[in-house]
């Protein structure tokens, strides 16, 4: 299994900060956000990594992460995402990249101590997603369980949430993904919606989920980046 870290976007919630340059490189207490990502990659036995990057700091990756090994990372490759269509449009890059193989997608700004070896062990096909409970799940795609737990469905940033559970921003996904890019139209946002692609997966019966155990916070907010370097620092 092959690992893809996407880290685009311009960082606008995180102004005048990522006017320095990109969300992903900011400091997460002692270390750039994007290296918690990589480490959970790592951590998991996947160490052929692609970094989807993009905007006006894209450069500062090759500075920051080298060629990875100091990481951990046997391969690393890039790539570049012209304009913003959402996490689908970048995931799209990462096609060559898995050459026909399962991938793990794991968000630039998603800090985690969670072990997801056993889960990348086991993956055989379909999706997997990991859900997390948080106070403020309209900011994500929510899922609506089933009386077994199962996914019925996943709504993008809904108002009233139907659970208050998040589908965290940490996938595990066939090579069937490519070809459900393919099929999705752009939301409302102009953007391939990650939870549309989910969503083709629960429609085929293919999704399974699982309660992602550990710390995870998004640090793509001036809040939730101080909750990260607040935990990361007091973790130490």
């Known amino acids: 299994m092959k690992g893809v870290v996407l ?6 919630r995180l102004y005048p900060l990522t006017y320095a340059t990109n969300k992903h490189l900011l400091p997460v207490f002692n270390q750039p956000m994007v290296f918690y990502p990589i480490q959970t990659l790592v951590k998991a036995g996947i160490t052929e990594i692609l970094v989807v990057t993009g905007g006006p700091h894209a450069g500062h990756f090759i500075r920051v992460l080298k060629n990875g090994k100091e990481l951990g990372v046997s391969h690393l490759e890039y790539a570049y995402q012209e304009g913003e269509g959402g996490i689908s449009e970048a995931l ?5 990249f898995a050459d026909n193989d399962s991938i793990c997608v794991i968000l630039g700004d998603n800090c985690t101590d969670a072990e997801i070896k056993t889960n990348v062990s086991a993956f055989k096909d379909g999706a997997l997603i990991f859900l997390k409970e948080v106070p403020d799940p309209e900011r994500f795609g929510v899922p609506t369980l089933g009386k077994s737990g199962e996914v019925m469905e996943i709504q993008e940033k809904p108002k009233k949430p139907a659970s208050p559970y998040a589908v965290t921003g940490l996938y595990i996904y066939d090579n069937t993904v490519f070809d459900k890019i393919n099929q999705i139209k752009p939301s409302q946002r102009g953007e391939l919606e990650i939870t549309d692609v989910n969503n083709l997966y629960i429609k085929e019966k293919r999704m399974k989920s699982t309660i992602l155990d550990g710390y995870w916070r ?13 935990y990361w620092a007091h973790k130490q």
């Open 7 to 12: 880290a685009g976007g311009k960082g606008s």
């Open 92 to 96: 799209k890059l990462a096609e060559d």
């Open 218 to 230: 998004d640090a793509g907010t001036f809040k939730t980046l101080f909750e990260a370097n607040n």
